[in-house]
């Protein structure tokens, strides 16, 4: 088979064994000891190396990729007529990217034994790689591989930790961490010391960054700011301690938005997420004229462009950490390297009694797994503006879904309102519209927000009496109005379902016409044509999920409790979204009509 195999007895007999059954366990690390032990009492057995060779190509490192070869080498040197010790080698170099030779020692192997599954099953994979491109053959010539190994060179050198861990390249700019062995759970997985941390304070303390602290600078993200200058200052000192890091930044972000043509940007006819593209253009190009006039000298440092580049990079990377007692943002080089995954499968710190940052397991992960950070709950359209990807099931295990709709709510004019003028002295001086992002889970913070705002402009005489002062400053996610009365409601469903309408009319195509697109394959994972659709899809869901639930729960806040309590019971039960509102809202609300308590459910939640 592929995996380690047996020998004839002898000497190394035993630490053979021993190191099969370390493999079996996804022990990598103490399975190539155990093989090194073998190969010591016996240093011409094929089989030794053979074992020890499968055993480095799972650790998956280049450079334990290249002992793999070696290994596998010094077995067709022991016995060239051997069929495994070419499987061995197709391996290792179809691991190190080198497709092309992978190919010609498989053939050699193939030959001394055609009907060997596993050479079929190499064979196989090897056909799906597109040799005549020269993409992968390119990795090694164009020095990437070489510039990782740096930084793994430097990070250790100085004291970093992460042996249980491997970089694996997919494609061009897309990579992951690895494990090279089992991992138990609440295991530190990484530790990168504070001198490789790039914070806020660094840029503070730096000579452009200590003008803009003392001309006070109004820029859209502070923190960012200042990193981004550090980095686009620093990064020309070719002795700088950090340019192992910057040496594998991405040179550009074809993903992000901010960076697409308008044949791109017209993908997201529609959404609200254009606006946000817009506003991020803009504020980028107002902190980059703002920093230049505390600190001229920066024109000559970077260019918008440049700017633009390092804001995002900041965005997409950065790991928000309190150092030495004050809070603060920062670049940690390798930690940055973790893509996203939720639940989430381990948790960050910086540790401070270690002076380091620090990466903790909180499951079982698995050896050759991919090892995931979390980036935290949020809309896929935030997703794409900051890190350049979207989720395609962007929903949590227990049912929440992250995705959202901006709306703009907005008092209705004292010509149709009668009680215009006491709606706005409760707003006690604030604005009489809202611009709330808005998602499907009830319980989420800005949908509280927007029912609550909403009962709030259809609240009768008696039932504004009890509402308390809502001002700009008052947090109605946090502190929501509790449903009203079920006429209020109804309101409240019929104005956001009309809202949801629109919105769904604005985009040019339908939910099932992008369903039908993603399902086709037409555009490549996490292209960025399909992570449009994705977006889209998201909001589209938001959209009919309120045309649906003003649908379902009108009718049923005109109803009695029983017949309510059956429908539930027959068709609601377990529907997710529809079923947290019915039972949150719609239940209470027709309870309290049928006991003969009208309104008084005015108040905080």
Not at 87 to 107: G, I, M, T, V, W
Not at 426 to 443: A, K
Not at 540 to 562: G, N, T
Request: charged letters at 30%.
């Amino acid at each position: 088979g592929g995996g380690a195999g047996g020998a004839d007895e002898g000497p190394g007999a035993a630490a053979k064994q021993k190191g099969n059954e370390h493999f079996a366990r996804g022990e990598f690390d103490l399975a190539i000891e155990k093989y090194t032990e073998a190969i010591d009492a016996e240093p011409d057995n094929k089989v030794y190396y053979s074992n020890r060779s499968a055993a480095l190509c799972e650790f998956g490192s280049k450079a334990s990729l290249a002992r793999a070869l070696q290994d596998a080498e010094r077995c067709i040197a022991i016995d060239d007529a051997w069929p495994k010790g070419y499987y061995r080698k197709a391996l290792a170099l179809k691991s190190l990217n080198k497709y092309a030779a992978a190919k010609e020692a498989l053939k050699l192997g193939r030959d001394l034994q055609p009907d060997n599954p596993d050479f079929e099953a190499l064979a196989s994979a090897l056909s799906k790689v597109k040799i005549s491109d020269g993409m992968h053959d390119a990795v090694e010539e164009d020095g990437d591989g070489d510039k990782f190994d740096q930084l793994e060179k430097w990070l250790t050198d100085g004291g970093s930790l992460f042996p249980l861990l491997y970089m694996k390249r997919y494609a061009e700019n897309n990579r992951g961490v690895h494990c090279r062995v089992n991992i138990p759970a609440e295991r530190e997985i990484m530790r990168i010391p504070k001198k490789f941390l790039i914070t806020v304070e660094m840029g503070k303390a730096a000579p452009i960054g200590r003008k803009m602290l003392s001309y006070n600078v109004d820029v859209s993200a502070t923190k960012h700011c200042y990193i981004a200058v550090f980095t686009l200052v620093d990064r020309k000192n070719m002795a700088s301690f950090y340019q192992p890091y910057y040496n594998i930044l991405p040179t550009h972000y074809d993903n992000m938005p901010i960076f697409w043509n308008e044949e791109q940007l017209s993908w997201l006819e529609g959404s609200y997420l254009l606006t946000q593209i817009s506003d991020r253009k803009k504020n980028i190009a107002a902190d980059y004229e703002e920093i230049q006039r505390a600190a001229p000298e920066f024109k000559d440092e970077a260019t918008l462009e440049e700017f633009s580049w390092a804001r995002m990079m900041v965005a997409s990377r950065n790991f928000g950490v309190k150092v030495d007692d004050v809070k603060t943002d920062a670049l940690v080089p390798y930690a940055d390297m973790l893509n996203h995954y939720r639940p989430r499968e381990t948790r960050w710190t910086y540790d401070q009694s270690l002076g380091a940052f620090t990466i903790t397991t909180i499951k079982e992960l698995r050896a050759g797994q991919q090892i995931y950070d979390s980036y935290g709950k949020k809309c896929n359209s935030r997703f794409l503006l900051n890190y350049g990807f979207a989720v395609e099931n962007n929903r949590d295990p227990e049912g929440q879904c992250h995705n959202e709709v901006r709306q703009l709510f907005v008092m209705r004019p004292p010509e149709v309102d009668r009680y215009y003028a006491s709606r706005v002295g409760l707003l006690d001086g604030g604005s009489t519209e809202r611009s709330i992002r808005v998602g499907s889970w009830y319980d989420h913070k800005s949908t509280l927000e927007a029912f609550s705002f909403l009962r709030f402009i259809y609240a009768e005489a008696e039932e504004l009496m009890v509402l308390p002062q809502i001002g700009d400053d008052y947090e109605l996610g946090d502190n929501p109005i509790k449903p009203i009365s079920c006429e209020n409601e109804i309101q409240v469903l019929e104005h956001m379902a009309r809202l949801m309408r629109e919105q769904y009319a604005r985009y040019p195509t339908t939910i099932e016409e992008d369903q039908a697109t993603l399902d086709s394959g037409e555009f490549e994972p996490f292209s960025n044509h399909r992570n449009v659709i994705v977006v889209l899809r998201g909001e589209k869901e938001v959209c009919l999920h309120y045309m649906k639930l003003a649908e379902v729960c009108i009718p049923m806040l005109r109803s009695e409790w029983k017949d309510v309590k059956k429908a539930v019971q027959k068709k609601w039960s377990g529907r997710g979204d529809i079923e947290a509102y019915i039972k949150a809202v719609v239940q209470p609300l027709v309870k309290r009509k049928g006991a003969g308590r009208p309104g008084g459910g005015a108040g905080l939640a």
